[in-house]
C-alpha cells in the first residue's frame, strides 16, 4: 500500500503554511461545490422547458465556459467525485 503524508508549519509568522493547510483541508469542500454546479448546469440544460431559446443558449454558454474553465486547470470532475 503507498501512503503519502503532508505536513504543515501551522502558526504565525511568514513560513506559516496556514493558508495552504486551509486549501488542502477544504479541497473536498470545494469539489463539491463545483460538482452541485454541474449538476445545477446539467438539469437547467436538459429539463427545464420553461426557458426561451435565449436562456437556453444562455444556459449552454455557461455550462460551456464552466467546462473550459475545469479543464483549464486540469479539473475532471467525474474522475475526482465518482
Same mark, same amino acid.
Given at each position: 500500500?503507498?501512503?503519502?503524508?503532508?505536513?504543515?508549519?501551522?502558526?504565525?509568522?511568514?513560513?506559516?503554511?496556514? /493558508?495552504?493547510?486551509?486549501?488542502?483541508?477544504?479541497?473536498?469542500?470545494? =469539489?463539491?461545490?463545483?460538482?452541485?454546479?454541474?449538476?445545477?448546469?446539467?438539469?437547467?440544460?436538459?429539463?427545464?422547458?420553461? /426557458?426561451?431559446?435565449?436562456?437556453?443558449? /444562455?444556459?449552454?454558454?455557461?455550462?460551456?465556459?464552466?467546462?473550459?474553465? =475545469?479543464?483549464?486547470?486540469?479539473?475532471? /470532475?467525474?474522475?475526482?467525485?465518482?
Amino acid at each position: 500500500m503507498t501512503t503519502a503524508t503532508l505536513k504543515f508549519k501551522l502558526g504565525y509568522g511568514e513560513d506559516s503554511d496556514d /493558508l495552504h493547510f486551509k486549501q488542502v483541508t477544504h479541497a473536498v469542500d470545494s =469539489l463539491a461545490a463545483l460538482w452541485d454546479v454541474q449538476q445545477m448546469l446539467r438539469e437547467i440544460y436538459k429539463y427545464d422547458d420553461t /426557458l426561451d431559446e435565449k436562456q437556453s443558449e /444562455l444556459v449552454d454558454k455557461i455550462r460551456t465556459k464552466f467546462f473550459e474553465i =475545469l479543464a483549464d486547470n486540469h479539473v475532471d /470532475l467525474d474522475e475526482l467525485y465518482s
